[in-house]
């Protein structure tokens, strides 16, 4: 028998929304190619071979975020240093929701996540940069 969990990952999702700030698809194509904002994608790098990607978008994914963001770690990228507002979103949204509660835990703000994912930003008719 599994052992039995305290809080499931929609819990972990659903709390993580209340401390984040939350895009739909529609508001983010909007800001995209707004110089003071930087999508990050966090999704995998087979899901972005797959998928496609959004034009401009910085690749980081869930796995190495935290590495990433830490100035005092070996693994830091300057992207991360910049004045900003970093927008982080995966395939449908949950990741992408503790990522950016992740990243503003850690003081990296402003950050907001785009709500449904990049399966709403297709869905939107948001740019897209077609596998290679």
């Known amino acids: 028998m599994p052992q039995e969990i305290k809080v499931g990952f929609r819990q972990l999702v659903d709390q993580a929304r209340t401390r984040i700030e939350e895009f739909t698809a529609d508001q983010l194509i909007e800001l995209h190619g707004d ?72 003081g990296l703000k402003p950050v907001a996540h785009l709500y449904d994912g990049f399966k709403a930003w297709k869905e939107a008719g948001g740019p897209i940069e077609a596998p290679e």
């Open 35 to 106: 110089p003071d904002v930087v999508f990050v994608d966090i999704r995998e790098k087979a899901e972005l071979e797959s998928e496609g990607r959004v034009p401009g978008a910085f690749h980081c994914p869930r796995g190495v975020l935290e590495f990433w963001i830490d100035p005092a770690s070996p693994y830091f990228k300057d992207v991360f240093a910049q004045d900003k507002k970093f927008v982080f979103f995966c395939a449908g949204g949950w990741r992408s929701a503790l990522a950016a509660d992740a990243a503003q835990d850690m």
